[in-house]
């Protein structure tokens, strides 16, 4: 029982995570139909980012604002000056960002090196919390929390704002949304930002608990990227929905299938990938 | 251009990647040997990308498969090499089949994602099957025959046999089937609609790639003696595309121009500084703003663009 | 085979190997001695590597970087913490960086993976840090020579021999990194343990750079060992530290583990999570020996930390390297005398207070001591001896021969026995 109790946890604290980075994926995936390879590399930055304001500032909150905030200005960056040179040009869009991914891994090595690091985090989420006869890590439930909220806020801000509108507008049909009138282009770089700045909120949540490494973000990119297919792009309840499945299937598989850990989650995403691409929950364009 | 004139710039290269031992001997002919295995592995990709329009990111894979089988054949099952060598090729042509089975219908960024992750579900099966593929510690052992064993002597083989693939690769895509391909990279519904059948010629043309795949694997072995994970992880099908694409998607030689640039640049960058990564994505997006039809495919436009007809 | 056959062989074989380069010439006698240090700058065990660094340079910078009149020139490459990568590094420093020999490496696939390649070459590869067991034992190559270092089924058994004659301890589980290194420490401590009588539960194996222990400590905590034994290096280590004090596992369940979980370069960055944690090793920077002393206090004051694992074995590697050099008079180019020279080292002024030296196999003997992790009076953590077993070889109470009868460590073969 509580082996089973632990393990549904384990699954359920990862799939939060997954799903902070891979909502911010989709949102970009889906809206602008860019697969930004780069979005693992963001996590990573964003994680050091935060990993370096909470040791400076000794505030774990900050440390999450700053990175939230400095993605966000990165994806902006990235957005604007480079995405911009190939637009229209979907496939170069991904390999650029490709590009993009190697150059910040390598930024991020020069400036806070090879070592792993973990965000430290405030007292109050140290060491484990004992309930139902099981002892289980506050920091993890945290992070469960903050996924949960941060899945609320984003189901408001896509279905009930006018933003929203525009975004769910612009991920059916972004000719006609620009023949309205409205500047798409405006919704396009916000979009960017807030996947981004999520992306890096990520990144400083993952990095205390699975700490900050040079290829922590290809890891995680591919996570993201079987999340968006299973679930479906551009569709929150996909990202909910394909990280649950694949934080379960992660959990489980590396104590069940420990020889076919990767299988198991790979597997899934390429079927889906040759006979439903769309996922889940996603939508013909 | 002509066909006299590319014939005397395929005899120039030839020649003077006959030189290369003598004038560089030691560890530029080592880096010349790699050079020409990569160009193989870029070529075959750039049958799939540039001739049928299908981006890959798992010939990483594909290529450390034929790799795998023949150092295994050899140093645990203790077989004969050129039988491991023909087990190798046939094993990344069968994977080939499969990921062509799977991919077909889809194209563009489905594709690329698509064969990213059967190139992952190949890496993690490398990586955990601990008891055949060695797991971290990967397989290690001197595969090349005896006679192989001088580095001259194994540049030169690795050289001939690369130019015999380049040949046939060459004529491959220039053949009716080729020309076929050609045609759905530009536009998949035209071909349909004049009855080609496009799901069939993309299979075929990834197989064929693969097969092509599959031999520079073979050769690697031969020069590496010694096969890990990281042959058939992400990073090995994104440097091979990445070869493909700076050398020119479509042109085929791109590979051998790709590779050569890539090679080089990395060993140049490496004595200097350690930022080879930085350099390596700086040129991905350089050469995706500016040079998206990477070197000889600004060559080829170039030469278009004096009036005389592609050929 | 005897010693003086597998001398001889030995040399045989590095002369034959060793080609042209073995006969000296005057012009390369006066040059400088070109070494390359192979160590993981990035990857999962970055944090050692750069200690791997350090360490070898702290013995060049404190006693000069000239030895028998000839200069000694290091040249570092990142391995990555990947074979493939090692492999073409090391291609690299031999043949374009022309050195004229290799040291280093961490993690025991990179290791093997530049074995096989100087094996065909005849070039001195020495391994203070890899402790792959075949490498002495099984497959041993003449020219590659553990100096200053240990095989990684040496330490454990002590510790399991402690732990379950003093410590009562009758049921375990251990968790590892899947690679030879892995199985070979937990095969060291798991044949040891069944032997006397204990139960191995459970062997977990997750591949390296795992990020996320807790499906692996849920079942730990349904399996309820007596005591958990966790071979984990660098990064893996960081995070299993962390994770099991999270889980709230600290001070409910004894933890122990391979002497690099308890290495000063993961618990130096941790705080009391590591406290008590046990490890057996020859290498104890809290041990009061006057030599050892010595060279943590001169290594505190050169680096500002306490020396890991890797920062004292490459500091004695360069202290071995001296020496041999000096016994051929700075002639390294006469590879069957430098080879020879290093396997009759007699490491006098180690750092460990006892000399070293190699055993017929080519493998240290050392006193291993049972550490645990305990706080110092000015706040830092550190290993502190608990017991000694003196004399301790690669092959424990076996009979060499008996004992390599046995197949090497793995996933599959554990030597559990019943």
Not at chain 3, 278 to 294: I, Q, R
């Given at each position: 029982?509580t082996?089973?109790?632990?393990?549904?946890?384990?699954?359920?604290?990862?799939?939060?995570?997954?799903?902070?980075?891979?909502?911010?994926?989709?949102?970009?995936?889906?809206?602008?139909?860019?697969?930004?390879?780069?979005?693992?590399?963001?996590?990573?930055m964003?994680?050091?980012?935060?990993?370096?304001?909470?040791?400076?500032?000794?505030?774990?909150?900050?440390?999450?604002?700053?990175?939230?905030?400095?993605?966000?200005?990165?994806?902006?960056?990235?957005d604007?000056?480079?995405?911009g040179?190939?637009?229209?040009?979907e496939?170069?869009?991904?390999?650029?960002?490709?590009?993009?991914?190697?150059?910040?891994?390598?930024?991020?090595?020069?400036?806070w090196?090879?070592?792993?690091?973990?965000?430290?985090?405030?007292?109050a989420?140290?060491?484990?919390?004992?309930?139902?006869?099981?002892?289980?890590?506050?920091?993890?439930l945290?992070?469960?929390?903050?996924?949960?909220?941060?899945?609320?806020?984003?189901?408001?801000?896509?279905?009930?704002?006018?933003?929203?509108?525009?975004?769910?507008?612009?991920?059916?049909?972004?000719?006609?949304?620009?023949?309205?009138?409205?500047?798409?282009?405006?919704?396009?770089?916000?979009?960017?930002?807030?996947?981004?700045?999520?992306?890096?909120?990520?990144?400083?949540?993952?990095g205390?608990?699975?700490s900050?490494?040079?290829?922590?973000?290809?890891?995680?990119?591919?996570?993201?990227?079987?999340?968006?297919?299973?679930?479906?792009?551009?569709?929150?309840?996909?990202?909910?929905?394909?990280?649950?499945?694949v934080?379960m299937?992660?959990t489980?598989?590396?104590?069940?299938?420990?020889e076919?850990?990767?299988?198991?989650?790979?597997?899934?995403?390429?079927?889906?990938?040759?006979?439903r691409?769309?996922?889940?929950?996603?939508?013909?364009? | 251009?002509?066909?006299?004139t590319?014939?005397?710039?395929?005899?120039?290269?030839?020649?003077?990647?006959?030189?290369?031992p003598f004038?560089?001997?030691?560890?530029?002919?080592?880096?010349?040997?790699?050079?020409?295995?990569?160009?193989?592995?870029?070529?075959s990709i750039?049958?799939?990308?540039?001739?049928?329009?299908r981006?890959?990111?798992?010939h990483?894979?594909?290529?450390?498969?034929?790799?795998?089988?023949?150092?295994?054949?050899v140093?645990?099952a203790?077989?004969?090499?050129w039988?491991?060598a023909?087990?190798?090729?046939?094993?990344?042509?069968?994977?080939?089949?499969?990921?062509?089975?799977?991919?077909?219908?889809?194209?563009?960024v489905?594709f690329?994602?698509?064969?990213?992750?059967?190139?992952?579900?190949?890496?993690?099966?490398?990586?955990?099957?601990?008891?055949?593929?060695?797991?971290?510690?990967?397989?290690?052992?001197?595969?090349?025959?005896?006679?192989?064993?001088?580095?001259?002597?194994?540049?030169?083989?690795?050289?001939v046999?690369?130019?015999?693939?380049?040949?046939?690769?060459?004529?491959?895509v220039?053949?009716?089937?080729?020309?076929?391909?050609?045609g759905?990279?530009?536009?998949?519904?035209?071909?349909r609609?004049?009855?080609?059948?496009?799901?069939?010629?993309?299979?075929?043309?990834?197989?064929?790639?693969?097969?092509?795949?599959?031999?520079?694997?073979?050769?690697?072995?031969?020069?590496n003696?010694?096969?890990?994970?990281?042959?058939?992880g992400?990073?090995?099908?994104?440097?091979?595309?990445?070869?493909?694409?700076?050398g020119g998607?479509?042109?085929?030689?791109?590979?051998?121009?790709?590779?050569?640039?890539?090679?080089?640049?990395?060993?140049?960058?490496?004595?200097?500084?350690?930022?080879?990564?930085?350099?390596?994505?700086?040129?991905?997006?350089?050469?995706?703003?500016?040079?998206?039809?990477?070197?000889?495919?600004?060559v080829?436009?170039?030469?278009?663009?004096?009036?005389?007809?592609?050929? | 085979?005897?010693?003086?056959?597998?001398?001889k062989?030995a040399?045989?074989?590095?002369?034959?190997?060793?080609?042209p380069a073995?006969?000296?010439?005057?012009?390369?006698?006066?040059?400088?001695?070109?070494?390359?240090?192979?160590?993981?700058l990035?990857?999962?065990?970055a944090?050692?590597?750069?200690?791997?660094?350090?360490?070898?340079n702290?013995?060049?910078?404190?006693?000069?970087?000239?030895?028998?009149?000839?200069?000694?020139?290091?040249?570092?490459?990142?391995?990555?913490?990947?074979?493939?990568?090692a492999?073409?590094?090391?291609?690299?420093?031999?043949?374009?960086?022309?050195?004229?020999?290799l040291i280093?490496?961490?993690?025991?696939?990179?290791?093997?993976?530049?074995?096989?390649?100087?094996?065909?070459?005849?070039?001195?590869?020495?391994?203070?840090?890899?402790?792959?067991?075949?490498?002495?034992?099984?497959?041993?190559?003449p020219?590659?020579i553990?100096?200053?270092?240990y095989?990684?089924?040496?330490?454990?058994?002590p510790?399991?021999?402690?732990?379950?004659?003093k410590?009562?301890?009758?049921?375990?589980?251990?968790?590892?990194?899947?690679?030879?290194?892995?199985?070979e420490?937990?095969g060291?401590?798991?044949?040891?343990?069944?032997?006397l009588?204990?139960?191995?539960?459970?062997?977990?194996?997750?591949?390296?750079?795992?990020?996320?222990?807790?499906?692996?400590?849920?079942?730990?905590?349904?399996?309820?060992?007596?005591?958990?034994?966790?071979?984990?290096?660098?990064?893996?280590?960081?995070?299993?530290?962390?994770?099991?004090?999270?889980?709230?596992?600290?001070?409910?369940?004894?933890?122990?583990?391979s002497?690099?979980?308890?290495?000063?370069?993961?618990?130096r960055?941790l705080?009391?999570e590591s406290?008590?944690?046990?490890?057996?090793?020859?290498?104890?920077?809290?041990?009061?020996?006057?030599?050892?002393?010595?060279?943590?206090?001169?290594?505190?004051?050169a680096?500002?930390?306490?020396?890991?694992?890797?920062?004292?074995?490459?500091?004695?590697?360069?202290?071995?390297?001296?020496?041999?050099?000096?016994?051929?008079?700075?002639n390294?180019?006469?590879?069957?005398?430098?080879?020879?020279?290093?396997?009759?080292?007699?490491?006098?002024?180690?750092?460990?207070?006892?000399?070293?030296?190699?055993?017929e196999?080519?493998?240290?003997v050392?006193?291993?001591?049972?550490?645990?992790v305990?706080?110092?009076?000015?706040?830092?953590?550190?290993?502190?001896?608990?017991?000694?077993?003196?004399?301790?070889?690669?092959?424990?109470?076996?009979?060499?021969?008996?004992?390599?009868?046995?197949?090497?460590?793995?996933?599959?073969?554990?030597g559990?026995?019943?």
């Open positions: 029982m082996l089973a109790a632990i393990q549904v946890l384990n699954g359920l604290t990862f799939a939060a995570l997954l799903f902070l980075v891979a909502s911010g994926f989709t949102l970009i995936f889906g809206l602008m139909r860019i697969v930004n390879l780069a979005h693992g590399a963001l996590y990573l964003g994680g050091y980012i935060a990993l370096s304001t909470a040791m400076e500032s000794g505030s774990f909150a900050l440390a999450i604002a700053a990175a939230a905030a400095a993605i966000a200005l990165a994806g902006f960056l990235v604007r000056f480079l995405l040179f190939v637009k229209g040009h496939l170069r869009q991904v390999l650029l960002t490709l590009g993009i991914a190697l150059c910040l891994n390598d930024l991020a090595l020069v400036i090196g090879g070592d792993t690091f973990t965000v430290p985090v405030p007292e989420l140290r060491g484990a919390w004992s309930f139902a006869g099981i002892s289980y890590p506050r920091y993890r945290f992070v469960l929390a903050v996924g949960v909220v941060v899945f609320v806020l984003l189901w408001l801000l896509v279905n009930r704002t006018r933003l929203g509108a525009l975004i769910r507008a612009g991920v059916d049909d972004a000719e006609t949304v620009e023949a309205i009138g409205i500047d798409i282009k405006r919704v396009f770089v916000g979009t960017f930002m807030l996947g981004a700045a999520l992306a890096g909120v990520g990144g400083a949540l993952g205390a608990f699975l900050l490494y040079p290829t922590a973000d290809s890891e995680i990119l591919v996570f993201s990227l079987a999340v968006v297919i299973i679930g479906g792009r551009g569709s929150l309840w996909g990202a909910a929905v394909g990280s649950l499945f934080a299937l992660a489980y598989g590396q104590v069940w299938f420990p076919l850990a990767y299988f198991v989650i790979f597997g899934p995403m390429a079927l889906l990938l040759a006979f691409p769309l996922g889940l929950f996603g939508r013909a364009a | 251009m002509r066909r006299s590319r014939l005397a710039v395929f005899a120039a290269t030839l020649a003077v990647l006959a030189l290369v004038v560089v001997p030691g560890y530029p002919t080592t880096l010349a040997t790699e050079m020409l295995i990569f160009a193989t592995l870029a070529m750039d049958i799939l990308s540039g001739f049928a329009g981006t890959p990111l798992c990483g894979a594909i290529f450390g498969v034929s790799t795998y089988v023949l150092l295994y054949y140093t645990v203790n077989g004969n090499v039988v491991g023909a087990l190798g090729i046939a094993a990344a042509t069968l994977t080939a089949m499969i990921f062509a089975l799977l991919a077909v219908r889809t194209s563009g489905y690329l994602l698509l064969t990213l992750a059967l190139g992952m579900v190949v890496w993690g099966v490398c990586l955990r099957w601990t008891s055949v593929t060695g797991g971290e510690n990967g397989i290690r052992g001197t595969v090349r025959p005896a006679w192989l064993g001088n580095a001259r002597v194994l540049y030169y083989f690795i050289l046999v690369t130019s015999a693939m380049t040949a046939a690769m060459w004529r491959f220039r053949s009716p089937f080729g020309l076929t391909l050609a759905i990279r530009e536009s998949e519904t035209r071909m609609a004049l009855g080609y059948d496009v799901p069939l010629h993309l299979f075929l043309a990834f197989t064929v790639s693969g097969f092509f795949a599959g031999l520079a694997g073979v050769l690697y072995a031969f020069f003696s010694f096969v890990s994970p990281s042959t058939v992400l990073e090995q099908s994104v440097e091979g595309l990445l070869m493909a694409l700076v998607v479509g042109t085929l030689f791109g590979g051998l121009v790709g590779a050569a640039i890539i090679i080089s640049l990395e060993n140049l960058v490496s004595a200097y500084t350690e930022r080879w990564m930085m350099a390596l994505g700086l040129l991905f997006i350089f050469t995706m703003i500016f040079a998206p039809s990477g070197v000889l495919g600004r080829r436009e170039a030469l278009a663009g004096n009036g005389k007809p592609r050929t | 085979m005897d010693r003086r056959n597998f001398m062989a040399g045989a074989v590095a002369a034959a190997a060793a080609g073995s006969i000296p010439s005057a012009a390369a006698q006066n040059g400088p001695i070109r070494i390359g240090l192979l160590a993981p990035t990857g999962v065990v944090s050692g590597g750069k200690e791997m660094v350090e360490g070898f702290l013995y060049w910078n404190q006693f000069g970087h000239k030895v028998a009149g000839r200069e000694i020139e290091v040249t570092v490459e990142d391995d990555a913490s990947n074979p493939n990568t492999l073409e590094k090391a291609r690299r420093l031999v043949e374009q960086g022309n050195v004229q020999m280093g490496d961490l993690l025991a696939n990179t290791g093997l993976a530049v074995a096989e390649y100087v094996k065909g070459n005849g070039v001195p590869y020495f391994i203070p840090i890899i402790a792959a067991d075949d490498l002495t034992q099984r497959k041993r190559i020219n590659v553990r100096i200053a270092g095989a990684a089924s040496q330490m454990p058994r510790l399991a021999d402690w732990l379950y004659k410590k009562g301890i009758r049921k375990v589980v251990t968790v590892s990194q899947d690679y030879t290194f892995g199985h420490q937990c060291g401590f798991v044949q040891t343990f069944s032997e009588g204990g139960k191995v539960l459970a062997q977990y194996w997750h591949p390296l750079n795992t990020q996320d222990f807790s499906p692996y400590l849920a079942q730990i905590q349904a399996a309820k060992p007596d005591i958990v034994y966790a071979m984990e290096t660098g990064a893996d280590g960081t995070r299993f530290i962390q994770q099991w004090a999270n889980f709230g596992m600290k001070g409910k369940m004894p933890l122990c583990g002497m690099n979980l308890t290495d000063q370069s993961i618990i960055n705080g009391s406290e008590g944690i046990l490890s057996a090793a020859h290498f104890c920077e809290g041990n009061d020996a006057p030599a050892t002393k010595k060279f943590v206090a001169e290594y505190e004051k680096y500002r930390k306490l020396p890991s694992l890797y920062g004292f074995s490459m500091y004695s590697g360069a202290m071995w390297l001296a020496k041999a050099i000096e016994g051929v008079k700075g390294v180019e006469d590879r069957p005398a430098f080879l020879e020279a290093v396997r009759k080292v007699v490491l006098t002024d180690s750092p460990l207070g006892r000399p070293v030296r190699l055993d196999y080519g493998e240290p050392y006193d291993v001591f049972i550490r645990e305990k706080k110092r009076p000015d706040g830092k953590y550190w290993n502190v001896p608990l017991d000694v077993y003196p004399n301790v070889s690669q092959f424990w109470h076996y009979k060499p021969d008996e004992y390599m009868k046995q197949p090497p460590y793995s996933r599959t073969f554990q559990i026995k019943g």
